[in-house]
Each structure stands twice: as C-alpha cells, then as structure tokens.
C-alpha cells in the first residue's frame, strides 16, 4: 500500500474521555491493522488491544474508526482482548472475550453481557479505554 | 449425611421405581429438611426403570437408569443397596438388616413390591427356567441363551418358550428375540394381554407379534415341563392338549405377587390376595407404617403398574409434610411398544359397564385395531383399545368420562387424514401425564404463567412426560397451543442481526449462492444500520461458508468472523497461549513422527499430553511461536488436527484383526479412511467418531457422534453418542454395511447434519429434533424419502476433493503469516505476563497464589533452540 493510499484511510480524529495529561504514544501504521479485527500493542508493561472497524458506507459515524481498550481480560486474567470478535449490540460496537464470551462496549468499556461469570479476582469487569488519533496513517494511543 | 438433630428419620424399604419416586418428590418439597430418609434396597443396585428391563440389552445400565442420579448423593439421603430388612419391630420402632444391624425409624414406608409368581407347573425348577423381574433375572437369561448358542452347531437356533402372554410376557419375548433366540408364547386364555385388551385387540395384536417372528399359543395350559435327557436342562413343554415343544429356554412371566411377608410377620393386615391393607392415605393399621407401590392393597386390591404407584408415593410425602392427600384411584391406562408394536388401551377397555356402546375400525391388512367403549348415548367416552396404531390414544385418554365433541365418534378412529376428527380442548382437569399426575391445566400453566416456551422447559417445570414419555405429542400440542393463544412467537433468531435460525440461513446461503458475510448479511439480516455482526452470528456464517467449501478460512473477510481458536487455527488455553494437535490418523503414529513431536515439544517448551482421542496436544505455545513450530511439524509431515474447529476432530480406533487376536476386521485401516476422508469438515458442532474392530468395542465407538463396529459381515454403524456433561450412546442405525454402503451412510449422515442442524448442536440433540427421529434420519439418509441424497453425496465429494491442509496453507503465504504477531509494535515479543511452574518434569501456568509468592520458575521466554 503506497502512503497515498494511509492518508486517504486516515479517519477522522477520535478523543475518548480521560482524566489528567495524556501521553501519546505510537503504535503503528493504520494499515498494520486487519480491519474488523484486533490487534494487541506494548507500551512497557501496559498491553492495549486496538481495534479498526470495516469500512461501512451505511454507518459513516463508526466506520474505519480505530478504537483502544485494555488488553487484560477481567474474566479470565488473560492478555487476550485484542484476539475477541468484533461486532455491534444494537449499534454500539462491541468486542467478545475469546475465553468466556463476555461483551463488552468499545465506545466505554462497558461490560454489556456477562454471561454469567464473575470478574477473576477483584478486577473490575469493564474494561479501561485509551483515546486513539490517526495522523498521517500512524495509530496513535493516548496513555494516562 | 447432614446432621439430623430435629428432623425425623423416615425408612424406607425397597429400591424399586416407587421408592425412587417417593425419595425423589420428599426431597423436591421438603424444604425445611423435615426428614432424613434412608432407602434399605435388596437388588445391588439403585433404583432403575423396570418397566423398560428389555432395554438393557441395548443400551445398558445407563439405558434403564431412572432420574438425576444426584438424588443419592443428597446429604438427606442415604441410599444401602444390597441390604435386604429382615423384620420390623414396631414396637422399639426399629428394622433390622441382612447385616444384623438394627435401624430406628420414625415413619416407615413398604416399597417392597413383588416378586414374580412361579405357577406349579411339575419341572419349574429346572436348569433354564428364568423369571422376569430384575436386571440380575435379565442377566442370567442372556447368559443362559449365550451358552446354548455356544454349544450349537453354527446357524442351530436357541429355541426359547414364554409362559405367560400378559405384558410382561411380550417384553420377556421381545427379549428373547433381541438375543436373537427363537421365542413362542404360551397363554392360558383366549388372547394376549387379556387384563388390558378385548379379545379383537388381542387378536391384532397376535397377528402383528407374529409378523416379528414370535409364535402365539393362546388357549394353551402347560401341564409339565421336561429335562433334556442328556444335559438334564430343561427341554420340552407339555400341554394339556396333548401338544408338545421341544425347548432351550423357558421364561415364566404368569403373574406377580406382593412381596409382603414383612408386613405379614409385623402383624400388620394382609388383603384376601396378599398385600399390606392401606387407606387412601397408604397409611396401614399401624400409624408409622405406610405402604406404597406392588405391596399396597388399596382399595381392596394391589396394583401392578408404575404410575398408581408413582401417585401413592406423592400421597404419602404429602402426608409426612402434614398434607391431607388422598389416593384418587387407580388409572390403569397403558401405552407402550412391544417389540415395535403399539399397544394402548385405557378405562374400561372391555366395554363392561351396562349398556355400554362399542365402536370398532379395523384393518386386519395393516394390523391396526382400534376401540372405543361410549355410554349408551354413544357421547361419554368410557375407555378404548388400541392396537397397531396408538395415535388416538394420547388425545382420547384424557377425555375419560367426558362428552366427545362432534357427532360421529368413529371419527376419531380413522386413520390421520382420512377423517377430520374435530379438535380436541381438554379441560383444565384432565389428566395429561398419568406417570407424574400432571393435568391439562398444569401445563397450560407453565406457559402462562411461569413463561415455559418449549417443551423441554415445560418437562422440567411440570415433569410432564419426564418418565415414559407417551404423552410427550399430546404435551407439545398443549404448549404449541397455548403459546399461539398467548401470542408468543418462539423465536429461532440467531441474534439481532438474522431473524434466521443456523439451517435456515445455511439453505438461504446455499440457495442464494452467496460467498461473503458483507453479501449475506445484506441480502438477509436484519434491516439495521450499523449492524456488522456479532460474536455469534460471525463464527455460524463462518461455519455455513466453510462447510459450502469457500477456500481458506482466513483468506478475506472469512478472516474476520473466526473465532480465535480458527484465527489462529490452535485451541485457546485459560492463560492466552495456545495448544497445538496435529492429525495423527486414527490414532496411528510412527516412531520417527513421535521423535518429531517430542523433539518440538522440547525446543518450545511445551507441556504434553494424550487426549482422549488418541493424539498428542502440546501446550503453552505463543500465538508468535505457532507459525515456527507448525513449519516443523509440516516438514515432518504432519497436518492440521482441527483440534481448534466446530469439525471433526479423531476417528478413534482399536487396534483391530491386523494385531488384536479377537478383532474381526481393520479397525484401524477403516479409522484412517474415514478421518482423511472427513478432516476438515467444518460442522454446527464438534463430531468425533470412533471404529472398533470387534464387539468388545475397545475405541469406545458408541460414546461418538458416529461409532463403527465391526462384525463378521462387515460394519454397524451407530449415531448420537457423545460424552460431555450429558452422555450419550449412539444408536444402532444400519446393520452389516460393506465398506462401500459405510461410506456412504456417514457421508450423507454428516452432510445432513451439517446442513440442518441448529447453532452448537451435537448430533444427538439433532436426531432427537428431526423429524421422527432416527428413524426419520434413516428414511432420509438410507431410503432417500427427500430426494435429497444425490446432493449429499454430491456435497461430500467436493469437501474430500477441495480439502487442503490449513496450517500448509498459512506457512505458504506471508500475509496470513503476518497475523501470527504478538504485538503489532513488537510482533516477535513474548506476552510479559506469562508465568510458568514445573510440576511432574513440565512446565505449567503458575497461580495466582504462585505469581504472589514468587515460586515462578519461568517467565514466558524460554531458551529456544533455533
């Protein structure tokens, strides 16, 4: 794919919330990551699983977006997140736990299905998100 | 056992199906632990079906097992088998065992039943005389028709003789057919099953029984029965008439009596035939002491069948609870198979009332009888017979005593289609399943009010058809109905975004030839915007494009609906490493392929292990180290063992006739065949199959979704079995196939269930849902009744002909390769988190515990050899 083609993909700017400063920190080029699947990035100790939407000419808001949640799986203690299916519950896009197929909201890290497990040990069971920009075709994720 | 300070202790003695029941509805009430109950059973044994002994043959222990065996494990349970009362004292309150144990009592129940009667016939002691009444009287007439066949000549028949043509002595002769022995039944009377049919119904019935091969005397006394001179065994019947039958076998099935000699020697009242005399409470004279079951003369006489048993059981946990139940009477309505015949009958089936009207259809041609016994008005249903065909009789009996709709009631006799018998609205009070005493209403309630929107769930709410089964039809119709009326429509949607069930969207995709999620979520889901798919409907649209052969399944978008174990064709383990099977053929593996896997195991540091389908998994490997470890094992020639698939995993075999001095033919060399044959194909679940090379069954072939085992004419195949929480044997589904017709039937025994089976469902709950049954996937599969199987055939030669090894196929293409990173910034560096143990010579993952207290031996990099 030549850089024509990344900055075309480049989609628009994604700000999540946050407390306090954020340092941003790059991850990888756009097109590094398959779309409608996950992809996990280390940033020191700190695992984030990144996820980029398909491109989807009926839902312009979510389309090609690239969203950042943690990696750590508070159902099973596994860094796994980033390895879930991808998907939407009534509109909200949603990644699935591989272990125990837990649901949860890429928008808030909110767990939406729990399927009738307990988080592992005392980890809460919605997951922590991390605000993602795009520029110049490179994933950029923003860490507290 | 729990602490029993404050509650009472309840004896019970017997551990037939009574005492099961009784234990069973005192548990399910007893809430606040009221009573301890201690179950004292004579058989070595707990309580099984013994209304369904010939089923052992077939299916086993497990066959005839009654209830959730987790009843015997309840802490206010305590179940002694093999441990026989010898008395009672009423007076100290006390029983005592065969042990000489003494065992005191609050309330005590008799659950004794019967013991099967053995008439005076001169040479009822003989060597090979049987009765039929418990599993061990089951078991030694096997081995009994065993050594006789054994001691024949090849092809000389064992020749076994029933007296006895009442319903046990049909089953007694369905069993000695399924032991393949010749079978005649002697009856003293006019007809078969005289208690239950009239005299044309028992005529049907023994045209019918005689179509299976089972000789009918009726009319017959037998006034001695003969040695053989020679063994000393028994072997001729002589009858009154002067007739005479030469015999291998004899089962005396006359009758049962009353095992009441405790009741006898308490003191207690014994009925004119035998019996403990109980009120309708089933208390006997003695107000601790209650009776229930065979050994209960209520009413003036003992009952011989399970259900009023069933119902006095509940009278009397209804009355320890402090309830005021009373037994309403005897239904003694029967419906059951014997020998593949249907036989029913209900009321008052020989049409004894005054004036009582009978109406008859009959077809001696197809041998179907049927009866129904009307008061003089021709409009109260009093009883009816059926024969051949008991279709009516799930609907009809619940009418008992109540005016049938319609002016012509020979309507409801004619055959299904021929008639248009006016629909039936039971009343709320009918009684629906006379098993578990469940009415009409109780059902309608489970739907209306506790929200039951299937059978299965209205089963466990009521327990409706939860024993024999028989009024199963008449409960779906009830629910059907009622869940119509309450407008609730049962939906078979996949998720929010298909409206379509698993088998609808595969014929919808097939149909529409469609080859992509975007095209078919499309052109078939739901009308939603921003609807992408979801965690379930991606792995069935998966699934359904995989098994209509669409190419690798990580080429394209089928990348994206895979679930992780696909994506990186490995089974996902609880730390976020994987495991790695490859295929090693019906468990068949070299020396040099065993070096291979040990030597890989060992650079890589994999824990091993041998699974239950005869094949080594290596665990513990990173999502980065999968591509380096499977470049090894395909250079050594090792392929994908779909270990990590909704597909066929093994073919377990034996050893079979190249090695085993018993096999009968190559089990293994049939298990190889058929798992290069089905590698590969992606199904609604997991399917794993099993060949033995003889009928000691050593691979376990019927615990498998599909068993083969060989006989000497060639191959049974059985289907449904799997193991799992809720174990299943497979059924027999054809007899001594050739290697050719083996193929043939699996081929189009999976294709069919891969087409129509529903999301996660394994082949025995889909067998259970076609229609008919297995004998509905037989039509289909072996008798091709839906022009279907051209196609089927057609399907499986393009899956074995399109097959490609998947994990060859990634090796060779660097943009699938690429997926194998472990982090997209450091794509070669191992997850930080891992922590590992040694235990027994191999790595594991640590716990929680272990990470804490810094025992870990190993983080996730190990020293790789290059």
């Known amino acids: ?144 | 056992m729990v602490n029993s300070g404050g509650s009472q202790h309840l004896v019970v003695i017997g551990g037939g199906m009574v005492a099961q029941r009784l234990v069973e509805a005192l548990r399910a009430r007893d809430d606040a632990g009221r009573y301890h109950v201690t179950v004292f059973a004579e058989e070595p044994r707990a309580p099984y079906d013994r209304v369904g002994l010939t089923r052992w043959f077939e299916d086993g222990p497990e066959g005839i097992a009654l209830g959730d065996p987790a009843l015997w494990a309840d802490p206010y349970v305590t179940l002694h088998t093999d441990r026989k009362i010898e008395s009672i004292d009423r007076e100290a309150k006390t029983v005592t065992d065969r042990l000489g144990h003494v065992h005191a009592y609050d309330e005590l129940v008799l659950a004794t039943g019967s013991s099967a009667a053995m008439p005076p016939i001169p040479g009822n002691d003989l060597p090979g005389v049987f009765v039929y009444r418990t599993i061990d009287d089951v078991a030694a007439l096997r081995g009994w028709v065993e050594q006789k066949r054994k001691s024949y000549p090849e092809g000389k028949p064992v020749r076994g003789a029933v007296i006895g043509g009442g319903l046990l002595g049909l089953e007694a002769a369905g069993a000695l057919t399924a032991l393949d022995a010749q079978a005649t039944v002697i009856e003293f009377g006019t007809h078969l099953m005289g208690v239950q049919v009239d005299l044309g119904g028992g005529q049907a019935l023994k045209r019918l029984i005689n179509g299976k091969g089972i000789g009918v005397r009726a009319e017959t006394a037998t006034s001695q029965m003969k040695p053989h001179r020679r063994t000393g065994h028994v072997g001729r019947l002589d009858f009154a008439d002067g007739g005479r039958l030469d015999v291998d076998v004899v089962v005396v099935a006359t009758g049962v009596r009353p095992r009441d000699e405790l009741a006898r020697a308490a003191g207690l009242p014994v009925g004119e035939r035998g019996g403990a005399v109980v009120d309708l409470s089933c208390r006997t004279e003695d107000p601790h002491i209650w009776a229930v079951g065979e050994v209960a003369c209520i009413e003036g006489r003992c009952i011989g069948l399970v259900a009023p048993g069933n119902t006095m059981a509940e009278v009397v946990v209804d009355r320890l609870l402090g309830g005021l139940a009373e037994f309403p009477g005897a239904d003694t309505a029967t419906k059951l198979k014997l020998s593949g015949v249907d036989v029913a009958s209900f009321g008052d089936a020989h049409a004894r009332t005054e004036d009582a009207v009978e109406v008859v259809w009959a077809d001696p041609v197809a041998g179907v009888y049927k009866k129904l016994v009307l008061s003089d008005d021709a409009r109260t249903l009093l009883g009816g017979v059926f024969v051949g065909d008991a279709g009516p009789y799930a609907s009809l009996r619940p009418m008992l005593g109540a005016e049938l709709p319609g002016d012509d009631p020979s309507a409801f006799l004619l055959p299904e289609g021929g008639g248009g018998a006016p629909n039936l609205e039971l009343p709320d009070e009918a009684n629906v399943c006379s098993c578990n005493n469940v009415s009409a209403g109780a059902i309608r309630g489970a739907v209306t009010e506790h929200q039951c929107t299937d059978v299965p769930g209205v089963k466990a709410c009521t327990r409706a058809g939860t024993t024999c089964g028989a009024c199963l039809p008449l409960v779906k119709k009830l629910v059907d109905t009622e869940l119509e009326r309450a407008g609730i429509e049962v939906s078979t949607a996949l998720c929010e975004h298909f409206d379509m069930s698993r088998a609808q969207l595969f014929d919808a995709v097939r149909v529409a030839d469609l080859h992509s999620f975007s095209d078919i979520v499309a052109r078939f889901g739901t009308p939603v915007v921003g609807s992408r798919g979801c965690d379930i409907c991606k792995p069935v649209v998966a699934s359904v494009l995989a098994s209509l052969g669409n190419g690798h399944i990580l080429a394209g978008e089928q990348s994206t609906l895979q679930d992780t174990n696909d994506h990186m064709l490995a089974n996902l383990q609880k730390d976020g490493t994987y495991s790695v099977v490859p295929r090693m053929p019906g468990g068949e593996v070299t020396p040099e392929g065993l070096i291979v896997v040990g030597q890989v195991a060992k650079d890589f540091g994999l824990y091993t292990k041998i699974t239950g389908g005869q094949r080594i998994d290596m665990f513990g490997a990173r999502v980065e180290q999968l591509p380096d470890i499977w470049r090894r094992l395909v250079d050594a020639g090792f392929e994908s063992g779909h270990a990590y698939g909704k597909s066929l995993r093994t073919v377990k075999s034996c050893v079979g006739s190249t090695w085993c001095r018993y096999g009968v033919q190559d089990s293994v060399g049939m298990a190889v065949e058929l798992e290069l044959r089905y590698r590969g194909l992606r199904s609604p679940h997991k399917l794993k199959m099993g060949v033995s090379g003889c009928a000691r069954e050593c691979a376990e072939a019927r615990g498998k979704d599909v068993g083969v085992i060989a006989t000497d004419k060639g191959w049974n195949i059985y289907v449904g079995g799997n193991g799992g929480q809720t174990p299943r044997h497979a059924k027999l589904l054809a007899e001594d196939l050739t290697s050719e017709e083996l193929l043939r039937t699996i081929d189009r025994f999976l294709m069919y269930y891969v087409r129509t089976a529903d999301r996660l469902q394994r082949t025995a709950p889909w067998i259970e849902e076609v229609d008919g049954g297995l004998e509905g996937v037989r039509e289909v599969i072996m008798e091709d009744s839906l022009g279907i199987c051209a196609d089927l055939d057609a399907a499986m030669a393009r899956h074995v002909e399109n097959y490609e090894d998947e994990w060859k196929a990634v090796l060779e293409d660097p943009e699938k390769l690429r997926r194998f990173s472990s982090f997209v910034n450091a794509p070669k560096d191992a997850d930080p988190s891992l922590a590992y143990v040694e235990e027994r010579g191999q790595r594991r993952p640590a716990t929680a515990e272990e990470r804490a207290s810094g025992v870990v031996i190993a983080g996730p990099k190990l020293e790789v050899r290059a």
């Open chain 1, 1 to 144: 794919m030549s850089s024509d083609d990344v900055s075309e993909a480049q989609a628009p700017g994604t700000t999540l919330v946050s407390d306090g400063p954020v340092r941003w920190e790059r991850a990888c080029l756009l097109t590094d990551l398959f779309p409608e699947r996950g992809a996990a990035a280390l940033f020191g100790d700190v695992q984030v699983a990144l996820f980029r939407l398909a491109e989807d000419p009926a839902d312009p808001v979510q389309a090609g977006q690239v969203y950042a949640v943690q990696n750590l799986d508070p159902f099973s203690g596994a860094h796994v997140m980033s390895r879930g299916i991808v998907g939407t519950r009534a509109g909200v896009p949603t990644v699935a736990a591989p272990v125990y197929k837990q649901v949860f909201s890429l928008l808030t890290g909110e767990c939406l299905v729990a399927a009738d497990k307990t988080p592992k040990g005392d980890l809460p069971a919605d997951l922590v998100t991390y605000p993602v920009e795009i520029r110049d075709g490179v994933v950029h994720v923003g860490l507290p």
